[in-house]
């Protein structure tokens, strides 16, 4: 099935579906529900994340699955598919953040295949995309192999922060030039956004991704780790 067909099917099921909730996710911080969305003959496992099951941050608002939603219409305008589909919708819970649930070799993480040549192409992209979206909790368990080989980034809840917050595991490519195949995606962000992320950030927030994709293009490559920040998310799997 090529990826657009892919993609488009998984969005009709999550966001149209029947829910059925199979259980809660373990070590997951916020209420995060595996389910079950059928619909005509088809179904697909999503991870379920409502906003009644989220706790009160000091330094981020309510409302994370809102971000969840974002990063994934951030990744598609980007043309990268780094974040599986997700939608908003309302559930058995209410309204939240429902995303394909990735099959996935769960005793991987980035530390464990950082070394992989053939994955070095999708975690500089990955390192990219956590740059603009300002991920301040990327965890090296927040990444997926899936069983087709493909990279994910996950629980991307903690992003779009309007000040700067980039805490990340992978700071490998610190100081480095990004691949002008990628310049030339976040160029295109210039006329696109903010398009479905509208209604998904608050405006300072989306003046703030602006000038994250601004200061890439003036300066395109990665930035390097400062050990006195606070540049490293914990804990760090």
């Avoid at 373990?26 to 009644?52: F, H, M, Q």
């Avoid at 974040?83 to 980035?110: C, K």
């Avoid at 301040?136 to 080989?149: A, E, P, Q, Y």
Wanted: with cysteine; net charge negative.
């Amino acid at each position: 099935m090529r990826e657009d067909q892919r993609a488009r099917r998984a969005l009709r099921l999550l966001a149209d579906g029947e829910v059925a909730i199979q259980g809660r996710m373990p070590w997951s911080s916020n209420g995060t529900y595996l389910c079950e969305i059928t619909l005509d003959d088809e179904a697909i496992s999503a991870v379920y994340k409502p906003a009644r099951g989220e706790r009160p941050l000091w330094d981020f608002p309510g409302g994370l699955y809102r971000r969840e939603v974002a990063a994934y219409e951030l990744s598609a305008l980007l043309g990268w598919d780094l974040v599986p589909e997700t939608v908003r919708r309302d559930g058995p819970l209410g309204e939240g953040s429902m995303q394909r649930f990735v099959d996935a070799d769960f005793e991987q993480h980035y530390f464990t295949v950082a070394d992989d040549p053939e994955l070095a192409e999708r975690f500089r992209a990955l390192a990219a995309f956590d740059l603009l979206a300002n991920n301040t909790d990327r965890k090296s368990g927040h990444v997926l192999l899936s069983r087709d080989g493909a990279v994910y980034g996950i629980d991307n809840a903690l992003c779009f922060h309007a000040e700067p917050k980039l805490r990340t595991v992978i700071w490998e490519f610190g100081g480095e030039p990004i691949d002008p195949s990628l310049v030339d995606d976040i160029a295109r962000l210039v006329d696109l956004l903010p398009g479905p992320l509208a209604g998904l950030l608050d405006p300072e927030e989306l003046a703030a991704l602006r000038r994250r994709v601004e200061s890439v293009l003036a300066r395109p490559r990665y930035p390097v780790a400062d050990e006195s920040a606070r540049c490293y998310p914990w804990p760090l799997v």
